[in-house]
Nanobody
Framework: EVQLVESGGGLVQAGGSLRLSCSAS????????IGWFRQAPGKGHEWVSC????????YYADSVKGRFAISNDNAKNTVYLQMNSLKPEDTAVYYC?????????????????WGRGTQVTVSS
């Protein structure tokens, strides 16, 4: 069974850090592109970052560039999102997604596999 599970969310004060994990089972992330998206209360999904696990190329939304870092550990079949200098506007449910043959990694429709999300709350 193909499954993605996010973890690492929580409550943190503004300026703090969290590291989210996206662990895969049932397939090898090394052959996939992985994207992180988030959804704040009352808003639509927003793309955050993505990585091509096979070549290591990384991309970031302007809103998180310089503060967030995506990385992968193929041996652990896990992708991480290190989030630093967190702001209240980063509060959202964060989802990871995976698929092969992704061309536009910032587009939700490119991904068939999704986790259930982890809540990140940043207090001011």
């Amino acid at each position: 069974e193909v499954q993605l599970v996010e973890s690492g969310g929580g409550l943190v004060q503004a300026g703090g850090s969290l590291r989210l994990s996206c662990s895969a089972s049932g397939f090898s992330l090394s052959d996939y592109a992985i994207g992180w998206f988030r959804q704040a209360p009352g808003k639509g999904h927003e793309w955050v970052s993505c990585i091509s696990s096979s070549v290591g190329s990384t991309y970031y939304a302007d809103s998180v560039k310089g503060r967030f870092a995506i990385s992968n550990d193929n041996a652990k079949n896990t992708v991480y999102l290190q989030m630093n200098s967190l702001k209240p506007e980063d509060t959202a449910v964060y989802y990871c997604a995976a698929d092969r043959g992704v061309f536009y990694c910032d587009r939700r429709y490119e991904y068939d596999y999704w986790g259930r999300g982890t809540q990140v709350t940043v207090s001011s």
